[in-house]
Antibody, heavy 123, light 107 residues
């Protein structure tokens, strides 16, 4: 079964740090780019970050650039999001998602999503 | 950055109705558009990609059309399980961007 399972979401104080993980199974993980997408409570979807299949290219939303770092370990079929200098506005459910295109440098739709992990930034 | 605008933001309809949701891109995106369905407490689900290609397993009552800047998602005969929030997304260029969502509610 194709599956993504996120973990690591907790309550953290403003200015704090956190690392989210996403475990992939059921597909050839290192063939595909991977994304993080977040959804604040009661709000819409916001793309956060992308990493290429080999980790060689990364992209970030302006709202997180310089504070968040995406990475992957293909030997462990795992995706990560290191989140530093957290702000209240980072409070959201964080999803990892698989890009459906297996071509380096080309964006595709997001065909597989995890169930999300909740990050709450509050004092 | 390309901005995606959906209309309407919410919509009331009855089972059996035909409904259409519109998505407009702030600049041309060819056919690099996807539609997602999200039910409360669940992750988004890909319905349509490349503006009009139905994802595997998605019922044929869903259809998409458009290219350039204007796109539509049509549900031909609403079923009870279709009441959800729908998002469009462009993947033509970075950053990939979602519309604000259209909540489809039971009338």
């Amino acid at each position: 079964e194709v599956q993504l399972v996120e973990s690591g979401g907790v309550v953290v104080q403003p200015g704090g740090s956190l690392r989210l993980s996403c475990a992939a199974s059921g597909f050839t993980f290192d063939d595909y780019a991977m994304h993080w997408v977040r959804q604040a409570p009661g709000k819409g979807l916001e793309w956060v970050s992308l990493i290429s299949w080999d980790g060689g290219s990364t992209y970030y939303a302006d709202s997180v650039k310089g504070r968040f770092t995406i990475s992957r370990d293909n030997s462990k079929n795992s995706l990560y999001l290191q989140m530093n200098s957290l702000r209240a506005e980072d409070t959201a459910l964080y999803y990892c998602a698989k890009d459906m295109v297996a071509v380096a440098g080309t964006l595709g739709a997001f065909d597989i999503w995890g169930q999300g992990t909740m990050v709450t930034v509050s004092s | 950055a390309i901005r995606m605008t959906q209309s309407p933001s919410s919509l009331s309809a009855s089972t059996g109705d035909r409904v259409t949701i519109t998505c407009r891109a702030s600049q041309g995106i060819s056919s690099y558009l996807a539609w997602y369905q999200q039910k409360p407490g669940k992750a988004p689900k890909l319905l349509i990609y490349a503006a009009s290609t139905l994802q595997s397993g998605v019922p044929s009552r869903f259809s998409g059309s458009g290219s350039g800047t204007d796109f539509t998602l049509t549900i031909s005969c609403l079923q009870s399980e279709d009441f959800a929030t729908y998002y469009c997304q462009q993947y033509y260029s970075y950053p990939p961007a979602f519309g604000q969502g259209t909540k489809l509610e039971i009338k």
